[in-house]
């Protein structure tokens, strides 16, 4: 469920700024998003794994959170980071 540094890499890669970027807040939310999609994969399979599911919930809060001050700080970069992740339709 967690993320090894070879994927790590790749979703940094992928949503750099600049290329030094390793922790902006668009690289943050393409690697929570990843977890959160393993998570979901994970639980599938173990309904009753309550302490998982529990940890989902408070990375897609955490993640809400984030896309929130994207989304105030620059609508358009928000627009294009959703698609580009895949995530809201």
Request: net charge positive; hydrophobic share 30%; no cysteine.
């Amino acid at each position: 469920m967690t993320l090894d540094t070879a994927e790590k890499q790749k979703l940094i890669e992928s949503h750099q700024v600049h290329p030094t970027d390793t922790g902006s807040v668009e690289i943050q939310v393409a690697m929570i998003s990843e977890r959160i999609t393993k998570l979901s994969e994970h639980l599938q399979g173990n309904i009753h794994d309550y302490a998982s599911r529990q940890g989902l919930l408070k990375m897609i809060g955490k993640r809400k959170r984030l896309l929130s001050y994207i989304k105030g700080k620059d609508p358009k970069n928000y627009q294009d980071l959703i698609k580009k992740i895949g995530i809201r339709g």
